[in-house]
């Protein structure tokens, strides 16, 4: 339900609510929006629902090489998982800097030392296939931190001509989880 939209505060009080708890967050995963991406991809996932099934008991398939887009504590629980789970190599990129990520630096310290790879001010272009629903890896660009906006966060902006190929055979997004 929606503050606001279905009910108020005031609304609750008058019901005779003495307390309230608001609970704010995503459920649900945010696509990358890139050229390449499918629902008919094995091995691609969102963050959130990857970790939902892990936490039932379920261990969605995930390959050799894996790739983890975001920065914040979702992707550091996703990448995470997927190296204790035996993927070879694990690969987290962000499109800021580590000063930007959301995620707290000892957890990305302890996932470094657990074997990721972390990649900073790189941004996914397309996600690459073999027609038949395989991943076969990404194509990502380098950016660059541009000037701060209002909210004091420098936007990363491309690097024309700066791009490089990753290959992975699962990929999981954790944008804005």
Known sequence: TSLGEDFTIEELKAQGYEGFVLAFGTQSGNRLDVP??????EQYYMAIDFLKERQR????????????IGGGF???DAVR?????????????YRRTKEEMTSIPEEVYEAEEEGVRVMYLVSPLEINNDGKGHITGIRMRNNVLGIAKDDDRRPPEAVEEAEFNIDCDTII?????
């Open 36 to 41: 390449g991406e499918s629902d008919e991809l």
């Open 57 to 68: 008991g379920i261990d969605l398939p995930i390959g050799k090489q894996v790739v983890v």
């Open 74 to 76: 979702t992707a550091v």
């Open 81 to 93: 998982t997927c190296v204790r789970r035996g993927a070879e190599k694990v690969y987290m990129v």
């Open 173 to 177: 997004t954790a944008i804005s989880q």
